[in-house]
């Protein structure tokens, strides 16, 4: 369980969230919602014990998994079947147990192998407390459920995408969690949008190991879907009051009483400000009359009264307004690929994909999870070198690239210096203007990028591509971690752009709106006329 009292949270002077008393009780599954930078990740944080909050205290009893949008930290050396394993030490308790079998074998010493002997009798049984063979056949299962095959698993952390680290996270606090072979069932799972980056039958899957988690659970997810399936209780978090509102009561139940006590306020309003304007205007009749100055001044404060007992009117939410400019001139065909291949030691990722960019064109790229396509747009950037074949600029050829895990931002500069660095000609004024359209102004002009939400780094990532006047446009899932109205200004934009796009995405509607007219299928690298057949194909690649 995880209880917070009297939680402050703020992002510079922003006050994010005051006075706030959460618990997270066994049973509970709450969906966390509020729009992007309302400071989501900031209370998932601090509830997980990552980020010391600003005031108040939060405590846990009972193990916890967090699951952050970007996991970058930790040895990119250790092998990925290692991480997940380590949830529950069996990563170390195998390797010890490998290393006393051969010594049990090797030694010639009768004493020195019997204290071999005893020492693997004693791992052994270590091992099988933990759950032994049966916990990591349970490992390997959850893996395969989120997309991990035993060759990726068999892969150093470093090797894979960001994608992929991401899903070995996730099977690990999954792991940990799962009581099926010794894991902790009573654990509280922290996550943080958990389906990027999961193809359909993952997120399927995902769906009812959370439904049949005994512990509590927190969720913070753009996937209506998983949402309306799983929670029983919801928090909203309201940017513009600095409060949390708690819903005891599914993600439906939860819509339709949001949309009642909108109505609600509504019509009181309506009501109240028309019996407080008659009642003004017959105070200011009154009030022309010396006699009646008293009943007038009376029935003036009455109607000021019954407006200010009114319920606040809700702010609406601010949208970044996003829209590219007229790309660079260039020739007809600004970017050519031939021959592309690349491999992790002995892994082939895919092998001699040609592609040409026309201009204005659009281009989407397929395949299951781990076939290449984070690798390959990588390449068009010139972020990663192939290791065999060229990517060859055509006439005004300018790229702009939206990398799925934000590679492009520096995390430890400002919004700002990141905005200057991707926009070194734009004026100071202009590219303030800019900014304030993709809601960055004030003191968070001076915050580091590495502490904005996904959705934050996905609006700052994209006020780059703006500022570029890019007559290529390289986006990996440029739709993950925005709220549903800043979606669709992303996927409106995306329809108005004038230059080429070549895009990744698990997303539908971001291909729908993109209309694509070719599509590369990897690993084979083959390419094809776009179809309603490959539409089909989105979701589960």
Known sequence: ?????????????????????????????????????????????????????????????????????????????????????????????????????????????????????????????????????????????????????????????????????????LARILFAASGDSGGNAGTTLLLDEPTNHLDADSIAWLRSFLLAHEGGLVVISHDTALIEAVVNKVWLLDATRGELDVYNMGWVKYQQARADDEARRRRERANAEKKAGALQAQAAKMGAKATKAVAAKQ??????????????????????????????????????????????????????????????????????????????????????????????????????????EHDTLEMDRTVWENARSAAPDTGEQQLRTLLGAFLFTGEQLDQPAGTLSGGERTRLALAGLVSSAANVLLLDEPTNNLDPASREKVLDALRRFE???????????????????????????????FSAEHLELVELA
């Open 1 to 169: 369980m995880i209880t917070a009292s009297d939680l402050e949270l703020r992002a510079g002077s922003r006050v994010l969230l005051s006075g706030a008393t959460l618990r997270v009780q066994p049973g509970d599954r709450i969906g966390l919602v509020g729009r992007n930078g309302a400071g989501k990740t900031t209370t998932l944080r601090s509830l997980a014990g990552v980020g010391e909050p600003y005031g108040g205290e939060v405590r846990a009893t009972g193990p916890v998994g967090y699951l952050p949008q970007d996991p970058r930290e930790g040895d990119l050396t250790v092998l990925a079947r290692d991480r997940v394993l380590s949830a529950r030490g069996l990563d170390d308790l195998l390797r010890q147990m490998e290393k006393t079998q051969s010594a049990m074998a090797e030694l010639a010493d009768d004493a020195a192998r019997d204290r071999a002997i005893a020492r693997y009798g004693r791992l052994e049984e270590r091992f099988a407390d933990l759950g032994g063979y049966a916990a990591e056949s349970e490992a390997g299962r959850i893996c395969a459920n989120l997309g991990l095959p035993d060759r990726v698993l068999g892969q150093p952390l470093g090797t894979l995408s960001g994608g992929q680290r991401r899903r070995v996270e």
């Open 299 to 404: 029935m003036a404060r009455r109607a000021q009264a019954m407006l200010d007992g009114l319920d606040e009117q809700r702010v609406e939410d601010k949208v970044a307004h996003i829209r590219f400019p007229a790309p660079a001139a260039c020739g007809r065909v600004p970017m050519t690929a031939a021959g592309l291949s690349k491999t992790y030691g002995s892994l082939e990722v895919f092998t001699g994909v040609d592609l040409a960019v026309d201009r204005g064109s659009r281009v989407v790229i397929l395949g299951l999870n781990g076939a290449g396509k984070t690798t390959l747009l990588r390449i068009l950037a010139g972020a990663e070198h192939p290791d065999t074949g060229q990517v060859v600029a055509g006439h005004g050829l300018r790229t702009g690239y939206f990398a799925q």
């Open 499 to 529: 230059g080429a796009v070549v895009l990744v995405t698990h997303d539908p509607g971001a291909v729908e709106a993109l209309e694509p007219e070719r599509v590369i299928l990897l690993p084979d690298g083959t390419e094809d006329h």
